[in-house]
């Protein structure tokens, strides 16, 4: 999810750069063959499903149904609203005789809006935020294999690694580490990119086995469930709800290689609208499927059975494949600040051990996701798309437009800060 699509492209053109990249050069070529209208409904639903909806249950389960959907409702169409803010700001820019026509990435978008500051910024969310998803990919492989073949195992021994204990998550972590770091040594990743495409698949053939499940559970038993969780979950449900639609990044790319630019908005809000009911069909069931019983990764809740194992390890599998695809932004940024843009060995190694390390001490998917959604993605979902559009329009807007982009960059400040105060303490177990 995200920007695996700008890591593909942006890594497979790096060899035909001659001269070393500079602040001001794209991240991403725009000669790319034009895409109709039914690929770009593919490469936004692409780009925003993910992982992230595996925790959606747990989420209504705090929140309660009711205001699981009405928040998951509200961040899907802000959420589009941003995204259109980017388009716009980038048509604007580019529509000036000033060198703005090559303007391909959200990291060109700020460049050209705040110069170095700008792209500084952007930078720094980018790598926080693909970073942050590829901890919660590990998180995810290891509760689930631990779930699937340690579940009333305690593998807890004399053993050390900083503050938490030799578990059976940590086994399956440094079980993982040493073919990531293979994987990851890959300089181009263009023969990795249907990994992308199965990702997809996998992830969609989970929800259906699992809304197929919830189903049947339903039929059978019903269990109580809450309506509304209470303010002090809401900014909890809110950086839940803002991870699972991230993929604001792939905008600007996805609007460049369309046919018909004019109907971007139309078909963004379309794809939007049916992520966002499916988002809402899936937490909620899977809610009322096992109420107070539903864990945080909602495959966890299948029964034994061939068909839940294989679920379970195909989701594994295709995060474990899309982990260097998704860290692949995070080398072109680290690499071109601190090597030169020069492919460097030793770095990627180091972003590999520092994620897994961060993995090992976050014991909760769901409140990773919090955590994550609330203190990165509102920066790159809200906050920027708001304030570029400020700063590009600021003598175009009346007061009504003034008004809306600075009253969602303050949310998406009030949001970020509240929410991730929030999802910490719930990772550390603080109560107040």
Not at 263 to 268: A, Q
Not at 407 to 413: E, R, S
Request: hydrophobic share 50%; glycine share 10%.
């Amino acid at each position: 999810m995200g920007f695996e699509k700008e890591a593909i492209s942006s890594s497979s053109s790096k060899k035909l750069r001659s001269p070393l990249p500079r602040e001001d050069t794209p991240l991403i070529s725009k000669d790319k063959p034009l895409s109709s209208q039914p690929k770009t409904f593919a490469n936004v639903f692409i780009a925003v499903v993910g992982a992230g909806v595996l925790g959606l249950p747990y989420a209504f389960k705090r929140t309660g149904w009711i205001m699981g959907l009405l928040m998951l409702f509200f961040v899907a169409a802000l959420t589009t609203y941003c995204m259109m803010l980017l388009v716009y700001t980038r048509r604007k820019l580019e529509s000036f005789d000033n060198g703005f026509a090559k303007i391909a990435s959200f990291g060109d978008l700020g460049f050209a809006v705040c110069g170095t500051v700008g792209r500084c910024v952007v930078d720094v969310l980018i790598i926080l935020s693909q970073a942050g998803f590829c901890v919660g990919y590990l998180i995810f492989i290891a509760n689930t294999m631990a779930n699937l073949f340690n579940n009333e195992i305690s593998m807890n021994s004399s053993l050390s690694l900083g503050m938490s204990s030799f578990t059976a998550k940590s086994l399956y972590i440094w079980g993982c580490f040493p073919f990531q770091l293979g994987l990851n040594s890959i300089a181009t990743l263009t023969h990795l990119a249907p990994l992308s495409i199965f990702a997809d698949v996998v992830d969609l053939g989970a929800m259906g086995v699992v809304l197929v499940e919830d189903l049947s559970l339903i039929l059978k038993q019903r269990h109580e469930v809450m309506a509304f969780g209470g303010l002090s979950v809401f900014f909890y449900g809110m950086g839940v709800a803002v991870y699972a639609f991230e993929g604001i990044g792939m905008v600007l790319p996805i609007e460049s290689e369309m046919k018909d630019t004019a109907k971007c908005g139309k078909i963004l809000a379309l794809s939007m609208g049916l992520i966002s009911l499916m988002y809402g069909a899936f937490g909620a069931l899977g809610y009322f499927a096992f109420g107070a019983e539903t864990k945080d990764i909602i495959t966890a809740n299948l029964g034994a059975g061939w068909i839940s194992t294989l679920v379970q390890l195909g989701l594994c599998i295709n995060l474990f494949f899309t982990f260097p695809l998704m860290m692949n932004p995070v080398y072109e940024i680290v690499e071109r600040r601190f090597w030169g843009g020069n492919y460097c060995l030793w770095l990627r190694w180091l972003l590999v051990m520092i994620v897994s390390l961060v993995a090992l001490f976050v014991p909760n998917f769901a409140d990773f996701l919090s955590l994550v959604g609330s203190s990165v993605c509102c920066g790159l979902g809200f906050v920027l798309p708001a304030f570029f559009h400020l700063l590009v329009f600021k003598e175009e807007l009346g007061w009504k437009g003034w008004t809306l982009d600075v009253g969602i960059v303050a949310l998406g400040l009030v949001l970020g800060i509240s929410g991730t105060w929030y999802s910490l303490m719930e990772i550390f177990s603080v109560k107040v």
